[in-house]
């Protein structure tokens, strides 16, 4: 089962989502993120969170919808995110893209990106995504498909990322090392229609820059 995950960060044009259609099979909607949702043309098949965020008026409007609706107080240990992935998590979600995953907020954005490992080692492999970008986790092989000259950058996580082997981008690796808190696999280049990422040891961060 894969899922579309709306979370309460920042979304500029909805036009984008539509490339997701045939991707989910249902829509989570972590407090706020509701109203993404409905802008987006879009019905929540349910809305999680402490509802501290989530505008009376878009609160009704979601009942009307039929949606189910889990709420939970709001002096808790989790985001409203990570409560809407380990619900998708009891309901069997395997593979997810998580909209407005990023916005102002610096500590709810790094929390929400830390979370695609978290929930990668519990089975779920995730994707954040917007109009502009795509981040997700690299743990042993991995096939991303991009245009020609769009931006992918590679940052090692949990450590130093080993024994990493790259096709179809412009500065490649061949076995080669990237370590923690260094920026040489920042930006990247597709010069074909796919990139194939290999890493024997460790996990990378991959944040491709889509075409404008």
Same mark, same amino acid.
């Given at each position: ?54 505008? +009376? ?73 917007? %109009? ?10 991995? +096939? ?39 920026? %040489? ?15 024997? %040891? ?11």
């Amino acid at each position: 089962m894969n899922a579309l995950i709306f979370a309460g960060g920042n979304i500029t044009d909805y036009d984008f989502i539509e490339k997701y259609e045939g991707f989910y099979d249902i829509i989570i909607c972590a407090d706020s993120g509701a109203l993404h949702a409905l802008n987006a043309g879009l019905k929540p098949d349910y809305l999680i969170g402490d509802m501290d965020s989530i505008s +009376e008026d878009v609160m009704e409007r979601v009942k009307k919808l039929n949606t189910e609706i889990i709420c939970y107080p709001k002096e808790k240990d989790f985001t409203d995110t990570e409560l809407a992935l380990e619900y998708a998590l009891k309901l069997g979600v395997k593979s997810a893209v998580i909209l407005a995953g990023v916005g102002t907020r610096p500590d709810h954005s790094l929390a929400n990106i830390f979370l695609l490992v978290r929930y990668l080692e519990k089975g779920i492999d995730l994707v954040i995504a917007d %109009r502009d970008f795509e981040i997700f986790v690299i743990r042993g092989e991995k +096939e991303i498909k991009g245009e020609k000259g769009e931006v992918l950058s590679l940052i090692p996580l949990k450590g130093d990322a080993e024994e990493i082997y790259t096709e179809g981008l412009y500065y490649p690796l061949r076995g080669e090392s990237l370590l923690f808190g260094t920026s %040489r696999g920042i930006s990247n280049v597709f010069i074909k229609e796919k990139a194939k990422i290999k890493v024997g %040891r460790g996990i990378l961060l991959g944040i491709k820059i889509n075409s404008i």
